[in-house]
Each structure stands twice: as structure tokens, then as C-alpha cells.
Nanobody, 127 residues
Framework: HVQLVESGGGSVQAGGSLTLSCEVRGYLFRGYCMGWYRQTPGKEREGVAAIVGDGGTTYADSVKGRFTVSKDNAKNILFLQMNDLQPEDTAMYYC??????????????????????WGQGTQVTVS
């Protein structure tokens, strides 16, 4: 049974930092593109940051220079370090695993292939 379990969300003031974690249970994510996505009410879910097996990364333009995606292959955990948070970063953040191991060259922050598994989400609120 595959589970993606996010943690680390919360409420912070503008300029603050948070680190999200995603523990992947039930399979090894080493050879797959893993990503962080976010969604606000009434809007489509958008890619924030993604990382592939060899450590390559991609980011949405809106978070470049502020967010860093990383992973611990040994512990099967994905991270998102978020610095200088702004009110527009307020959203539900989701961890995701793709079917493949490629980054989307056209859309920063996205895996190229369809998402296979989603986490339940963790709320980030910036005021």
C-alpha cells in the first residue's frame, strides 16, 4: 500500500521559513520524478518544484531563489525548504510521484510524466 505523507505545514509571517517533508511508504522513489505542487481554492493545482533520480531540479518562476527541493534516498523522504515566504505562497501543498524520471522542460516545477501518487496535502498560510 503506497502512501505519501506530508508534514511541516503551518502559519508564518511574511519573510519567514518552513520546511515541508514527505515520507514515501510502500515503494522506493529513487528512480522517479518527485514533485511539490500547490493549490488554492478556485485555482488549478500548480507545480512548485520537482527533482529527478540524478538530483536534477526544476522550479516555478515564482519560487526560484526562495524554495529548494531535496531528497534523502536512504530514508525515502522528499523535502521542500521554503524561505522568504510571501502571502501569495499560501496554499495547500501536495507531494507527488510521477510515472517517469523526467523533468518538464516547458513548465518549471513540474515532472514531465503524469502523476502516479499524491499525498493528502499540508496547509501553508503566510500572513
Amino acid at each position: 500500500h503506497v502512501q505519501l505523507v506530508e508534514s511541516g505545514g503551518g502559519s508564518v509571517q511574511a519573510g519567514g521559513s518552513l520546511t515541508l517533508s514527505c515520507e514515501v511508504r510502500g515503494y522506493l522513489f529513487r528512480g522517479y520524478c518527485m514533485g511539490w505542487y500547490r493549490q488554492t481554492p478556485g485555482k488549478e493545482r500548480e507545480g512548485v518544484a520537482a527533482i529527478v533520480g540524478d538530483g536534477g531540479t526544476t522550479y516555478a518562476d515564482s519560487v526560484k531563489g526562495r524554495f529548494t527541493v531535496s531528497k534523502d534516498n536512504a530514508k525515502n523522504i522528499l523535502f521542500l525548504q521554503m524561505n522568504d515566504l510571501q502571502p501569495e505562497d499560501t496554499a495547500m501543498y501536495y507531494c507527488a510521484s510521477s510515472w517517469g524520471d523526467e523533468l518538464d522542460n516547458r513548465r518549471g516545477g513540474n515532472c514531465a510524466r503524469e502523476i502516479k501518487y499524491w499525498g493528502q496535502g499540508t496547509q501553508v498560510t503566510v500572513s
